[in-house]
DNA sequence: TCATTATATGAATGACGTTCATTATTGTCA
DNA sequence: TGACAATAATGAACGTCATTCATATAATGA
């Protein structure tokens, strides 16, 4: 995926440095000339380490070392490993494309906003859990999300509280597919004996629809063209 | 919600019991005449803990004094605090209702099963991203469920991978809409400021639904009908 | 009877998030 | 210029957690 991070090109001057390295060879202690560690640079990081090696990777300890810098330096910028995590959504969010909500019709654009949005998700699937149920108050980037998405649909005539619904709903429908990406691609595969008609429909659906990867995509796509139907027959299609 | 463990009046002596207490005060060490621990108690006690306090109080410790017993005796029931949660997972996978299957038209009873679907996972959120990803494979109670379901489905028409696909779509937004009940009822408050359509919106959802679980059902409605209507549109309604 | 097996125990281990006293550098104000 | 607060790094604790291990004892069965 790799995240651009907001603000990548401000105060930044490490620009596209290897990583965080102070110029002199090991200083130890004491205020660095230069800060090695913002909240750029641990997003950044952050977002590297668990689309790399996992979530069960992303340590303190294993960010510190990224990092050149020792676990209780992050203690100066971040509150706490929540904060950290938090950082890392807003960032992913920001990501987001809305763009289509600018020109499409509002059915269209939220179609390509769930896809976006799932694409974004499925590399830091164990992020969902600890996203889904975050406030959205401190986190600028999915504010201005739900801002664009919500004004598209209340301009072509939806009441804002079955708005919010929509996109609580479609929302639901992405956090919960993104999961689904990370399933095994033999999470169904079972004996014949113990569900004979369930074990036939799964042969059935990998002779159509492929293995791995693609059999989720081919449930994506059939529940989200469901949903926006379902939408769209509730209120019209748009523009 | 109260889960009934699988095989609830098999071998367990304790019955109704108001926990597993050894009869004899304070026994200390060595095999007990009457085993205290086994999968079913352990089950019972996981659900009731993660129920009543949350999945973060559910620790092994907190499991061990509820059973009255030392941490390291679960580990001659269970290999791991994963297993024991896997434990968890297929009781609660049996307290779905797929009873409508036999009688109500597909789209129907898939509402239905959706709904019971949702309200058993509900409660332990936490599991959420553990279940959607773990093989069906060794969990008998979550295996006949897909039975169920699946076969309905095929029963009314829909080709086997279509089926599963489509079970897998409305799986994906259960699991979505159970994360979102778990999410605080401030998740959306935000200044009118910063998003100000967006927060028109979010106080318009206050008035037309009302607040906390009230919304997230909402939601919830919401996406499952349009997700029926979909679905139905594309295989003609049930029966 | 006596070895084996099942089931419990407490103590030790190592990983993790977090806190704290300490140290060194920078920027600001008298 | 010199004092001083603020900033940003450090290593050493701490408490919690899952897991492992050596040990103890009751039940089982040959």
Known sequence: MDVDVAGASTATATAT???????????????????????????????????????????????????????????????SKQQVLLWAQDAINATIDTGPFATLPWDEALASWARSYRDAYADVTPLIPVMAVLPVSDAPGSLAMYETVVAALVEAGWSGGEAVNAVVAVESFVFGSALDTAAP???????????????????????????????ADAAFDLGLDALLAGLRARHGSGA
């Open 17 to 79: 440095a290897d990583d965080a390295r102070p110029a002199g060879t090991g200083r130890r202690r004491g205020r660095p000339s230069t800060p090695v560690l913002s909240q750029e640079a641990i997003t950044r990081v952050t977002l590297r380490l668990i689309t790399r090696r996992g979530y069960e990777a992303f340590t303190l300890a294993a960010l510190a070392k990224e990092l050149h810098v020792s676990v209780s330096a992050l203690y100066n910028h971040a509150a």
């Open 185 to 215: 691609a033999e999470i169904f595969d079972v004996s014949e004996d113990a569900a004979p008609v369930f074990a036939a429909a799964v042969a059935d659906r990998h002779r159509r629809y492929g293995r791995g990867a693609a059999t």
